[in-house]
């Protein structure tokens, strides 16, 4: 969304090394996502975080990690922005692209990647809830699993 942004108001086409900068975008941000989603999973079970408490010590502790690795990119494809001479005709949308996805994808990927986290684990919730209920539905019907399996002696028998 940054990228095409930056390179409609900068006047460029999309073209193949348009395309290259997205590629290398949607890589950076993957890698930033991962970060905060895997130290969050990690706090979540061994040090039994809630998840809202955990994605934000993630959002706050993988934080300069990231913005380290979004500037050290950022600054890396300035020079292809802004520099002119043979060839630059092809290396600008390159630069702009990757400027102008960079510094929008940023922000998006930090309250983003928090937001669709905690609406994963709801939905997670949600899952086990329902099928806790179903397989106890299901035990509530059946008060004598003996009998059931010597009626369907192909049945899984159950698990203790």
């Known amino acids: 969304m940054g990228a095409l942004l930056a390179l409609m108001v900068s006047g460029n086409d999309l073209g ?3 395309i290259i900068g997205i590629i290398l975008l949607i890589g950076i941000v993957k890698k930033n996502a991962i970060m905060m989603i895997d130290f969050a999973l990690d706090a979540e079970r061994n040090e039994g975080m809630a998840p809202r408490e955990a994605i934000y010590q993630a959002c706050l502790l993988r934080f300069r990690p990231i913005l380290m690795t979004t500037m050290a990119a950022l600054l890396g494809a300035l020079p292809l922005m802004l520099g ?8 600008h949308p390159l630069g702009v692209t990757i400027v102008g996805g960079l510094i929008v994808s940023q922000v998006l990927t930090l309250f983003t990647t928090p937001v669709i986290y905690l609406a994963f684990d ?4 949600r899952f086990n809830k329902s099928s806790d209920s179903d397989q106890n539905t299901a035990n509530a019907h059946d008060p004598d699993p003996q009998a059931s399996r010597e009626r369907n002696p192909n049945a899984a028998p159950e698990s203790t």
């Open 16 to 18: 193949i090394i348009s």
């Open 122 to 125: 709801r939905l997670a919730q």
């Open 84 to 91: 002119g001479g043979v060839g630059s005709e092809l290396r």
